[in-house]
């Protein structure tokens, strides 16, 4: 079980940004209900999603799958998907993957709610 706090945030252009704060381990154990969330996010509530990970000091390839994933499903939609915040201990899989350069990731939430494209004919 992981625990996924959600807000939403509204842009100056009226975009509204859903931001998911995980807990604890993203692994294979929980990176099906991450996923799931996402999802759910994406289809329901917003293109637009933020994953702060400053509470995930763990993340295995199970985990980085439900990344890729959900930052498919908003591609599919002409959403964003970023992540910020990540926790050091989870920062080294992202760059021994290489995941670093195939996510947009920002060291603080405000930035990633900033770097948020301007209302792309929404």
Do not use: Y
Not at 81 to 106: G, Q, S, W, Y
Not at 107 to 118: C, F, I, Q, S, W
């Amino acid at each position: 079980m992981i625990n996924i706090e959600q807000k939403s945030h509204t842009t100056k252009d009226g975009n509204t940004v859903i931001i998911l704060t995980p807990t604890g381990r993203l692994d294979i154990t929980t990176a099906w209900q991450f996923r799931l969330k996402l999802q759910e996010c994406i289809s329901k509530l917003s293109r637009h999603l933020v994953v702060n990970l400053g509470q995930v000091n763990f993340i295995d390839s199970s985990g980085l799958t439900s990344l890729v994933a959900g930052m498919r499903d908003a591609d599919k939609v002409k959403g964003s998907f970023r992540i910020c915040n990540v926790h050091p201990e989870a920062k080294l899989v992202f760059e021994v993957t290489m995941m670093d350069t195939v996510f947009e990731i920002f060291e603080k939430e405000e930035e990633a709610l900033e770097g948020v494209p301007r209302s792309i004919a929404s």
